[in-house]
């Protein structure tokens, strides 16, 4: 890997970190760059999977205040996240890509919309939990929410890109807490589908190893600092720019797509 190349990847790798705690969307930095160091789709897919790791370990190590007491649910989540990244691997490799990379964009795009809307989707959750308890009912169904986690799982094994939006907004819509514990929660389990993908591929697929190693470098470092930047931004705007930036990745992959 010649110097320019390296230094793209590890500026990239800072930003992907950074963006990925925060918002879910390490792709929109770290899978371009890689396409522009030279690496054909696939192997830039695989590559980018296996790098982003190391944004799940800088981001859950700088968010132990806001996953304390979330022991539970993150072996929840992530046991069904796990599921899905090993169906996703499975499908990247047995399976061409050409189809699923057409409606990607619009998985990211739907993502975006959940997460701008998410206080009004709550507020119709919360008139039919309202309606459930005048029936009699006293817990939430949690079926829809594990399957759209099931289902992001999938999408991150294939693909990736955008996978954090889509669990970001499937995790806000589903339960009412403050950004930073969703946005850490976020992290851990989509980390879960990508380390059970990276598995498969570091045997599987064609994992460019010296790119994978320089790009983890700068995203463990730009990923430690996404949460504390988190827990001091006020919490709509940022919900605001997260959603307006999935909107832009997806039509950023939809023009590439095309």
Known sequence: MDPASAALLVGAGMAAGLAGSMAGL???????????????????????????????????????????????????????AVLGGSTGALLLLTTPSETFELIVPWLIALGSALLLFRNRL??????????????????????PSLCAVLFVGVYGGYFGAGAGVLMLAVLS?????????????????????NLTASVAFAFL????????????????VGSALGPV??????????????????????????????
């Open 122 to 143: 709550r507020e119709a959750a919360d008139v039919r939990s309202a309606a459930r308890a005048a029936r009699g009912a006293t817990t939430r169904p949690v079926l």
């Open 229 to 258: 930047l988190v827990r001091k931004l006020p919490e709509q705007p940022l919900r605001i720019g997260v959603s307006l930036a999935g909107f832009g990745l997806a039509a950023h992959l939809w023009f590439s797509a095309i």
């Open 173 to 193: 819509v589903s339960v009412t807490e403050p950004l930073p514990v969703t946005n850490a929660v976020k992290n851990v389990v989509t980390g879960a589908a």
């Open 26 to 80: 390490a792709s929109l930095f770290s899978y371009p760059a890689l396409l522009a160091a030279g690496l054909p789709p696939i192997a830039a897919n695989v590559t980018n999977t296996v790098a982003m790791l190391s944004t799940t370990a800088g981001a859950a190590a700088s968010s132990r205040r806001e996953l304390r007491g979330q022991g539970g649910r993150l072996l929840r989540l992530g046991v069904v």
């Open 205 to 220: 697929a064609p994992v460019d190893w010296a790119a994978a190693g320089v790009l983890a470098a700068g995203s463990l």
